[in-house]
Each structure stands twice: as structure tokens, then as C-alpha cells.
């Protein structure tokens, strides 16, 4: 084998370990966003398109829900809430993904 096909076969070899590792690190960061995802997609259903638009939940972990808020007055609304809200999301999610608190914090800037 020559000098130049060598190199070209490490570079294939190189380029497809790069290829496995980008593979394996898209694939976890689903796995450990499905929790999220899920608890995202409940919530949006659960408290309608209006509040959706004003809501965003950006990170579900052990147990809390962190929901971003646009406006302190719907914050504010979504305190006195948070029971029923909570009570309804563990309803539709299972036992290993239930809500035990939600946790609300002003969007700096809404996405």
C-alpha cells in the first residue's frame, strides 16, 4: 500500500469515528430531552394555545418542571395554579416522569 492511500484510509477511518461520535452524542441528547419533550408536549395541551404563548418549559429533572414566563402578571396568575396545573400533567404522564413541584422563572428573552 502506498504512502498516499494510507493516509487516505486513516482520514476514511478518522472521518467515520467523527461520524459515531456525532451519532452517539445526537442520540443521547434526545434520550435525556425525552423526559422534557414529553413533559413540554403535555403542557402546551394542558394549558391551551392562549397561555401557551406565554409559557414556554424549558427543563424537566428530577421531579421539577421549570416553565419560562413572558409576563409577570401571567407568573403571578400561574402561582395560584400550580396544583391544579401540577395535578393535571401527572395525570397524563407516567409514574416515572411525574411533576412533584413547577418551578416558574422570568423569560429574559422568549424563544
Known sequence: ?????????????RKT???????????????????EGVAGAVWREI?????SLH???ISSK??????EVRDPAWRQQLEFLKEDLKTKLN????????????RFVKANVFR
Not at 394549558?47 to 397561555?51: F, W
Not at 428530577?62 to 416553565?67: A, E, H, R
Not at 407516567?94 to 413547577?102: A, G, L, T, V, Y
Open 1 to 13: 500500500m502506498s504512502k498516499k492511500t494510507r493516509k487516505t484510509s486513516e482520514n476514511r477511518y
Open 17 to 35: 469515528l467523527c461520524i459515531n461520535d456525532i451519532i452517539f452524542d445526537v442520540l443521547d441528547g434526545i434520550l435525556s430531552r425525552s423526559e
Open 47 to 51: 394549558v391551551g394555545p392562549p397561555l
Open 55 to 57: 409559557t414556554k418549559p
Open 62 to 67: 428530577d421531579g421539577i418542571l421549570t416553565v
Open 91 to 102: 395525570k397524563r404522564l407516567s409514574h416515572e416522569m411525574r411533576i412533584k413541584k413547577i
